[in-house]
């Protein structure tokens, strides 16, 4: 078996005999004793850990992203180089980030400002800091409980955009695509990350129930959380066929390996409805290792994706040894954490179609936290009205509502052959207490979500009226808009 093989602070490594599920948080603070990373809460939330790695987008171009340590696996890391703070300083002398924080005291206990950096060591590299919500976005993964947000917001907005002449330029400039194909063993622990999708093939072949993996912000968890040691991962990140982003056909094709931070930057010009669920996925460090397969094939009921997906009639385009097959997306959910997915089966594309004309199309979250919180209720809709003013087609999908992201079907009949009027709308939405029987748990009751549901439709009938496909807000408060 291989040796895993990376550079951490621009130093070589190979490691062998470490359980593949080893993160890369105890990696550092445990075996290289790199103790600057900290660990508070080991599941992505306070951006404590956070470190910097160099990876290639949807589109090649090398870029430094920063990631929560606790949730990537050390395989994962195999070919790339990995960054922490104690790399800031250089020749003696401190980063732009490290004088900025001191600067504008934004560090009191120091506990937290190690991944405070590095999340702002992205915002330095960046070349798209051209909005001020963007800032919040960049560092709205990282918890601070002494300080208070006004001077670390300061610092970091005095060095988004900079890009100085540092070693991470110097990376970023120099920077190839490496080999991550990997055979790994360590004990009873196997990982795999084939290079081609033949090797994928033949893995699947010996090993048809092996588990996948990709950024790990959900099954890793079991790792840090239960104290899982899966015996046989399998990483697709290696495989270039699952990481296309592009346009077809008047609609888009979404790779399964799509790192959700690229489908944001992509659908802010091509799907604005997209876009905004993206805005409220999670923080920046969550959506540079999450991906539109991991999202969708946990099969989660609040899974953020799905509602929007379900929305514009996108069909999962699955693959294996024998060949390709299409499943509406709606048919790919078979029940709680159930998919559609066959031994020896990969969900390889989402394919989105063109749109109608004259469809009006949104997603909703609704949250306790704006940002990096998991959702009560989402809903992702979609209404097509013709020239007379009458509802030809509609697709409402709701998250949060039953065991799967689901359609109301009988919500949406109500709606077909009607006026699109406010009057319609609000007899439509009696028949979402037949569509849904919401449960109640400590996000919500059953009352809650059943009202938030019906209001995310009135909300969504008033803000399409004047603007089909409205665009979020600068000053916005909430994924409604209404004024």
């Given at each position: 078996?291989?040796?895993?093989?990376?550079?951490?602070?621009?130093?070589?490594?190979?490691?062998?005999?470490?359980?593949?599920?080893?993160?890369?948080?105890?990696?550092?603070?445990?075996?290289?004793?790199?103790?600057?990373?900290k660990e508070g809460c080991a599941e992505g939330d306070c951006g404590a850990c956070t470190v910097a790695v160099l990876e290639h987008d949807s589109q090649g171009a090398p870029a430094l992203r920063a990631v929560n340590s606790c949730l990537v696996l050390?395989?994962?890391?195999?070919?790339?180089?990995?960054?922490?703070?104690?790399?800031?300083?250089?020749?003696?002398?401190?980063?732009?980030?490290?004088?900025?924080?001191?600067?504008?005291?934004?560090?009191?206990?120091?506990?937290?400002?190690?991944?405070?950096?590095?999340?702002?060591?992205?915002?330095?590299?960046?070349?798209?800091?051209?909005?001020?919500?963007?800032?919040?976005?960049?560092?709205?993964?990282?918890?601070?409980?002494?300080?208070?947000?006004?001077?670390?917001?300061?610092?970091?907005?005095?060095?988004?955009?900079?890009?100085?002449?540092?070693?991470?330029?110097?990376?970023?400039?120099?920077?190839?695509?490496?080999?991550?194909?990997?055979?790994?063993?360590?004990?009873?622990?196997?990982?795999?990350?084939?290079?081609?999708?033949?090797?994928?093939?033949?893995?699947?072949?010996?090993?048809?129930?092996?588990?996948?993996?990709?950024?790990?912000?959900?099954?890793?968890?079991?790792?840090?959380?239960?104290?899982?040691?899966?015996?046989?991962?399998?990483?697709?990140?290696?495989?270039?066929?699952?990481?296309?982003?592009?346009?077809?056909?008047?609609?888009?094709?979404?790779?399964?390996?799509?790192?959700?931070?690229?489908?944001?930057?992509?659908?802010?010009?091509?799907?604005?409805?997209?876009?905004?669920?993206?805005?409220?996925?999670?923080?920046?460090?969550?959506?540079?290792?999450?991906?539109?397969?991991?999202?969708?094939?946990?099969?989660?009921?609040?899974?953020?994706m799905a509602p929007v997906l379900l929305s514009l009639g996108a069909e999962a385009v699955l693959r294996s040894r024998a060949g390709e097959r299409r499943v509406p997306l709606e048919d790919f959910f078979q029940g709680y954490r159930r998919t559609a997915?066959?031994?020896?089966?990969?969900?390889?594309?989402?394919?989105?179609?063109?749109?109608?004309?004259?469809?009006?199309?949104?997603?909703?979250?609704?949250?306790?936290?704006?940002?990096?919180?998991?959702?009560?209720?989402?809903?992702?809709?979609?209404?097509?009205?013709?020239?007379?003013?009458?509802?030809?087609?509609?697709?409402?999908?709701?998250?949060?509502?039953?065991?799967?992201?689901?359609?109301?079907?009988?919500?949406?009949?109500?709606?077909?052959?009607?006026?699109?009027?406010?009057?319609?709308?609000?007899?439509?939405?009696?028949?979402?207490?037949?569509?849904?029987?919401?449960?109640?748990?400590?996000?919500?009751?059953?009352?809650?979500?059943?009202?938030?549901?019906?209001?995310?439709?009135?909300?969504?009938?008033?803000?399409?009226?004047?603007?089909?496909?409205?665009?979020?807000?600068?000053?916005?408060?909430?994924?409604?808009?209404?004024?």
């Amino acid at each position: 078996m291989e040796r895993l093989r990376f550079f951490l602070n621009d130093k070589p490594v190979e490691e062998t005999g470490l359980s593949p599920t080893t993160t890369l948080l105890r990696y550092l603070r445990d075996r290289v004793h790199l103790t600057g990373t900290k660990e508070g809460c080991a599941e992505g939330d306070c951006g404590a850990c956070t470190v910097a790695v160099l990876e290639h987008d949807s589109q090649g171009a090398p870029a430094l992203r920063a990631v929560n340590s606790c949730l990537v696996l050390l395989p994962m890391v195999q070919g790339k180089r990995v960054y922490t703070v104690e790399a800031l300083k250089e020749g003696g002398k401190y980063h732009v980030v490290q004088e900025m924080l001191a600067r504008e005291l934004g560090s009191q206990c120091g506990y937290c400002t190690p991944g405070i950096a590095m999340a702002m060591l992205e915002a330095c590299h960046r070349r798209d800091m051209d909005e001020p919500w963007k800032l919040d976005a960049q560092m709205c993964g990282n918890l601070c409980r002494c300080t208070g947000y006004r001077p670390i917001r300061e610092a970091a907005n005095q060095v988004a955009g900079l890009r100085p002449q540092d070693r991470f330029a110097r990376a970023l400039a120099e920077a190839r695509p490496e080999p991550m194909a990997l055979a790994y063993e360590a004990g009873a622990q196997r990982f795999f990350t084939p290079g081609s999708m033949d090797a994928l093939w033949d893995v699947l072949d010996k090993h048809p129930d092996a588990r996948f993996v990709m950024g790990g912000t959900d099954l890793s968890l079991e790792v840090t959380k239960r104290y899982a040691e899966p015996p046989l991962l399998v990483s697709l990140e290696a495989l270039p066929e699952l990481h296309v982003l592009e346009p077809r056909g008047g609609g888009h094709r979404l790779g399964a390996t799509v790192w959700l931070t690229d489908l944001e930057d992509y659908a802010r010009v091509a799907c604005p409805p997209l876009e905004r669920m993206l805005r409220y996925f999670g923080s920046r460090q969550i959506k540079n290792r999450a991906t539109v397969g991991g999202n969708l094939c946990t099969a989660s009921p609040i899974g953020d994706m799905a509602p929007v997906l379900l929305s514009l009639g996108a069909e999962a385009v699955l693959r294996s040894r024998a060949g390709e097959r299409r499943v509406p997306l709606e048919d790919f959910f078979q029940g709680y954490r159930r998919t559609a997915l066959g031994r020896g089966e990969v969900l390889a594309y989402v394919d989105v179609p063109a749109q109608p004309e004259g469809a009006r199309a949104l997603a909703y979250k609704v949250s306790k936290r704006r940002e990096l919180d998991i959702s009560a209720v989402s809903a992702g809709f979609r209404v097509v009205v013709d020239g007379e003013g009458k509802v030809t087609e509609a697709r409402l999908a709701y998250g949060g509502m039953a065991a799967t992201p689901a359609r109301a079907r009988r919500t949406e009949a109500a709606l077909v052959g009607q006026p699109w009027t406010e009057a319609t709308v609000e007899a439509a939405l009696a028949r979402l207490d037949e569509d849904f029987k919401p449960l109640s748990d400590h996000r919500g009751s059953a009352w809650y979500r059943a009202q938030v549901a019906k209001n995310l439709l009135r909300g969504f009938f008033h803000e399409t009226l004047s603007t089909p496909v409205p665009r979020l807000a600068e000053g916005h408060s909430a994924t409604v808009q209404v004024r």
